[in-house]
Nanobody, 115 residues
Framework: QVHFEESGGGSVQAGGSLRLSCVTS????????LAWFRQRAEKEREFVAVSGRRDVSRAYSDSVKGRFTISRDIAKNAVYLQMNSLEPEDTAVYYC????????WGQGTQVTVSS
């Protein structure tokens, strides 16, 4: 079973930046596409960004394209999300998981963007 531990969230003003980290454990890291998801207050969890197997491809939701960058460090079993030009609408709890996601969600990390 794969486990996920997210970190790096915090409170920033609009226009600021944060870098989220996620360390995974379990089956071979390279076998899976890894993604970031987020859940805003009173909303369904939604897809944010994905790094394909072995990081050969990346894709983003329209709402973050051009502002967020996903990357992964295979040696460290880690995936990252660099978030720039943050907007209040980015306020959410951010999670990482495989894509498609397993049922094993971590605690997430809270990102709060003030205007």
């Amino acid at each position: 079973q794969v486990h996920f531990e997210e970190s790096g969230g915090g409170s920033v003003q609009a226009g600021g930046s944060l870098r989220l980290s996620c360390v995974t454990s379990g089956p071979t890291f390279n076998k899976f596409a890894l993604a970031w998801f987020r859940q805003r207050a009173e909303k369904e969890r939604e897809f944010v960004a994905v790094s394909g197997r072995r990081d050969v491809s990346r894709a983003y939701s329209d709402s973050v394209k051009g502002r967020f960058t996903i990357s992964r460090d295979i040696a460290k079993n880690a995936v990252y999300l660099q978030m720039n030009s943050l907007e209040p609408e980015d306020t959410a709890v951010y999670y990482c998981n495989t894509n498609p996601p397993t049922e094993s969600w971590g605690q997430g990390t809270q990102v709060t963007v003030s205007s």
